[in-house]
């Protein structure tokens, strides 16, 4: 009976990675969900209410995102009235 339990399982195991390899973007959509969680979950755990908060700092939260992924610096720049204002700018000129 045991035996029978181990090659069910292996069955299984065997069956789901077979599925799996099915479906090439599958892991990369996992990695992709998992990112785009990642960046909310950052982004509502900053305070950017007006009151109180920074935009700012959400905004230099993502140009450090930008920049770790490659994006020049010179393309990723925070900008605003005030040290709490900052927000993304987009250069003048191309």
Not at 12 to 30: F, K, M, N, T
Not at 37 to 54: P, R, V, W, Y
Not at 61 to 70: K, T, V, Y
Request: glycine fraction near 6%.
């Amino acid at each position: 009976m045991k035996y029978r339990a181990y090659l069910t399982l292996i069955a299984v195991l065997i069956g789901s990675l077979c599925l799996r390899s099915a479906w090439p973007g599958a892991e990369r959509q996992d990695a992709t969900r998992k990112m785009a969680h990642d960046i909310f979950k950052q982004l509502i755990e900053i305070n950017t209410a007006d009151s109180i908060g920074s935009t700012t700092v959400a905004a230099q939260a993502m140009a450090q995102r930008l920049l770790d992924a490659g994006f020049p610096a010179a393309d990723v720049t925070v900008m605003g009235p005030n040290e709490r204002k900052g927000n993304f700018d987009r250069p003048l000129s191309r």
